[in-house]
């Protein structure tokens, strides 16, 4: 089975990493730094994780991106798949996307490392 890769950042800090798989939670998922409560949180606090799974279209997206990942790892050469998960600033969206695409993941018996690439870099002042 192909070991899996997650990387959670921020497009305002650094470009892409190299993936197979980019996810863009920009624009179609509403952004929880416009909360005020909740813009110095990160993805790991409960409040901006519920804020994340409860926006409509969110879960739908996790269970299409464990079908497209099961998809790359039954090719030939799938020997590693890095998925990533993307936001503004790398410290919500992204997070919770990472962090809940590696549970399901996990729970079909993939190895699935996890990295926050932006997760402790200052908000972004927008």
Same mark, same amino acid.
């Given at each position: 089975?192909?070991?899996?890769?997650?990387?959670?950042?921020?497009?305002?800090?650094?470009?892409?990493?190299?993936?197979?798989?980019?996810?863009?939670?920009?624009?179609?998922?509403?952004?929880?730094?416009?909360?005020? %409560?909740?813009?110095?949180?990160?993805?790991?606090? %409960?409040?901006?994780?519920?804020?994340?799974?409860?926006?409509?279209?969110?879960?739908?997206?996790?269970?299409?991106?464990?079908?497209?990942?099961?998809?790359?790892?039954?090719?030939?050469?799938?020997?590693?798949?890095?998925?990533?998960?993307?936001?503004?600033?790398?410290?919500? %969206?992204?997070?919770?996307?990472?962090?809940?695409?590696?549970? %399901?993941?996990?729970?079909?018996?993939?190895?699935?490392?996890?990295?926050?690439?932006?997760?402790?870099?200052?908000?972004?002042?927008?």
């Amino acid at each position: 089975m192909a070991e899996i890769e997650i990387v959670s950042f921020g497009f305002l800090h650094a470009p892409a990493p190299v993936a197979d798989v980019v996810l863009d939670l920009r624009r179609a998922f509403r952004d929880p730094h416009v909360d005020p %409560r909740l813009r110095e949180m990160t993805g790991q606090d %409960r409040a901006v994780r519920r804020a994340v799974l409860n926006t409509t279209g969110i879960r739908q997206l996790l269970a299409a991106t464990v079908r497209q990942v099961q998809a790359y790892a039954s090719g030939p050469s799938a020997d590693r798949i890095v998925i990533g998960s993307a936001c503004a600033g790398g410290r919500h %969206r992204s997070v919770v996307v990472a962090e809940q695409l590696a549970r %399901r993941l996990r729970r079909r018996g993939h190895t699935v490392t996890v990295t926050h690439r932006d997760i402790r870099r200052p908000v972004v002042q927008r």
